[in-house]
């Protein structure tokens, strides 16, 4: 089982990059981000017309996530619990039937934070704090389950090209990065690292000052994996080289392979 996450910045933006990306990766399982399309004007029959089943959370102009899914879903809920009052469309999740077992997949868009300090800034950490308390509550389950999607953390300073340059960023913040490691120290793996290790590897470059060119990018895009979905894990990694196609997404996919 393939599943991949990708924040594609815009579905009307990436009308052409995304399928064409789908065509090539085949994946079984795609989480998207910032689809920014309420749910009736997302162009279902483009993915519907290659096999998937579609999914949206959206919301007119900004934030919207979405599932694609070749394999059959149940139980799909939108929205993270916690705050009835929270209209921004960052949560959906589903259980993936695989042919092996099923699979709990959460995918996210969490809030950028940006500028610190103020509302924008306590939002994500209230939100943060909602999402541990999700992630408690699949790790108590006992199933194969994983949170996927863009983050927006730098996790530690080898994730960022220049980590002088985002000290002072709310993606970077000791409170963000301590608010993460509290999630994964639940009893998570962050799939990626736990396949790559060192520096030079990121998941999202700016479009301003030339960014890809120089390969001043950051990693912000993550799979968290329960014990049960990590022992099926056999490869994490990150498709790059989508970042230097025409109209590209500021973010690239990332990916794993479970034996579901």
């Known amino acids: 089982m393939k599943i991949a996450s990708f924040n594609i910045n815009g579905i009307k933006a990436r009308i052409q990059a995304l399928p064409d990306w789908l065509d090539e990766a085949q994946p079984d399982v795609v989480l998207l981000q910032e689809i920014k399309s309420i749910d009736e004007n997302f162009p279902r029959e483009l993915f519907e017309d290659r096999g998937f089943t579609v999914e949206t959370h959206g919301q007119k102009s900004f934030n919207g996530v979405a599932i694609l ?5 149940e139980d799909i809920s939108r929205g993270l619990p916690g705050d009835d009052d929270d209209e921004q469309a960052r949560w959906i999740e589903a259980t993936v039937i695989g042919d092996k077992t099923a699979v709990r997949v959460c995918g996210l868009y969490l809030p950028n934070g940006n500028p610190t300090p103020g ?4 939002y994500k950490l209230a939100w943060m704090t909602r999402l541990q308390a999700r992630a408690a509550e699949l790790l108590a ?3 194969p389950a994983l949170m996927a999607g863009d983050y927006n953390i730098i996790p530690q300073d080898e994730d960022a090209k220049r980590p002088e340059a985002w000290q002072k960023d709310a993606l970077a913040l000791p409170e963000s990065r301590a608010a993460f490691r509290r999630i994964v120290n639940l009893g998570f793996t962050e799939a990626f690292r736990a396949r790559t290790q060192g520096p030079g590897h ?3 470059w700016d479009y301003q000052a030339g960014a890809w060119n120089r390969d001043d990018g950051i990693r912000i895009d993550h799979f968290l994996l329960s014990p049960q979905a990590a022992d099926l894990m056999t490869d994490c990694q990150i498709d790059k080289e989508i970042r230097a196609r025409e109209k590209p997404s500021d973010h690239v996919p ?3 392979e479970l034996n579901a």
């Open 141 to 143: 389950a006992e199933e």
């Open 119 to 122: 509302p924008k800034y306590d």
């Open 202 to 204: 990121y998941t999202f």
């Open 254 to 256: 990332i990916w794993v």
């Open 69 to 73: 899914s070749k394999l059959p879903l």
